[in-house]
């Protein structure tokens, strides 16, 4: 049942395998190495892709039963971000498609975007003004892409951009698997005036196609904590850190049992400005003593 998940879906995190197949983390584990021995599937940043490097595209209806928990965490987060009255850029994207239903609740706010899915979630918020780009529509996840999104995105200019995407890296920023998709946001990105990406886990450290977000232009990544197993995940939060993102995390991975969410945990990670030296972790706790904060920082670098 493993292979077949993950070859429905491209890409499928343990936590998602382990509650489908009814077991545990370390089963589901011990079972992904016996198959990434054979060579059907590689194990990526706690969960498994299809084999040969950059991961495939999933559609719509696969990505939306992915990391519903962390999804859904993050959106309620990332809605902390956005003041009444302001002008927002919404890409496309199931995780921003939950952070839309949330928006509805923000009075005065403007929306502009290219997917459907966001604006058939804010399409009753009475309160919320949605905008959406012209352009041609993309099925496997019901976006606007191509040369008429692009244009008419030409002379905009709003205070924030949220995206989502398939892969993060410090090295190169956010990627994904779409040609046309990428052109679109490379498009939202130049309207905005600060860039929050919003992303679970499972796509730190995966990279894709095609670069969407450079990682310098990237303002604050909006993500779940890694299982305390995922030390390559945690090392790429603190190499995006290191390079000035500034990291909200949320509380998802500590749901309990039986899928009943956790409150979030609001925890920003800032980065150094960029040219300002002494950055990395240092300050993550604030005001907090000096012990406290090293801590924090060392519990980060052991994931």
Known sequence: ?????????????????????????????????????????????????????????SGFPQKSHLATAEKTAIADLAAGL???????????????QELARRLARVPGLTVVTNSLLVAQALAHANRVEVVMTGGTLR????????????????????????????GLTAE????????????????????????????DHTKLGTDTMFQTVPTDLITRLVTDEPPAHDDRAATELQALADQGVQIAVSGANGAPP??????????????PRRGVPGGGLRGVLGDQPAGAERGRVADLRRR
């Open 172 to 199: 190169r920023g956010l990627s994904t698997s779409n040609m046309l998709s990428a052109s679109v946001d490379r498009a939202l990105v130049q309207a905005a005036a600060e860039v929050v990406v919003l992303a």
């Open 258 to 271: 039986g899928g009943e969410q956790a409150p979030a945990r609001r925890a920003s990670l800032p980065g």
């Open 1 to 57: 049942m493993i292979l077949e998940m993950v070859r429905a879906n491209g890409a499928v995190s343990l936590r998602e395998l382990a509650r489908v197949v009814q077991t545990s983390e370390v089963t589901v584990r011990r079972d992904v190495r016996a198959l990434e021995a054979e060579g059907l599937l590689d194990r990526r940043h706690g969960g498994a892709v299809l084999p040969g490097g950059f991961t495939r595209e």
């Open 82 to 96: 956005v003041e009444e009255g302001e002008a927002i850029v919404v890409g496309a994207g199931t995780t921003t």
């Open 139 to 166: 099925g496997s996840n019901y976006a606007l892409v191509g040369s008429g999104a692009e244009q008419s995105l030409q002379g905009l200019r709003v205070s924030k951009a949220f995206l989502s995407g398939s």
